[in-house]
């Protein structure tokens, strides 16, 4: 399996959009080197901004 993918590529891998892949890219600062994304990257930045985000989550309920 590649591990450098276009946005295109790894939205459908990922049942994602294409413009959400590269928002989210964006976003967590994985960079797009000629057209190609890391798969391996941009996977371990999605979870762990999801993880924050639960956290941020709790750390508001318990208030």
Known sequence: ????????????QLQMERQEVIGRCVQMGV??????IDRTL?????RSLAASGSRQASRQHQR
């Open 1 to 12: 399996m590649a591990h450098h993918l276009t946005p295109a590529e790894l939205a459908d």
């Open 42 to 46: 941009f996977e371990v930045s999605l």
């Open 31 to 36: 960079p797009i080197y000629h057209g190609r």
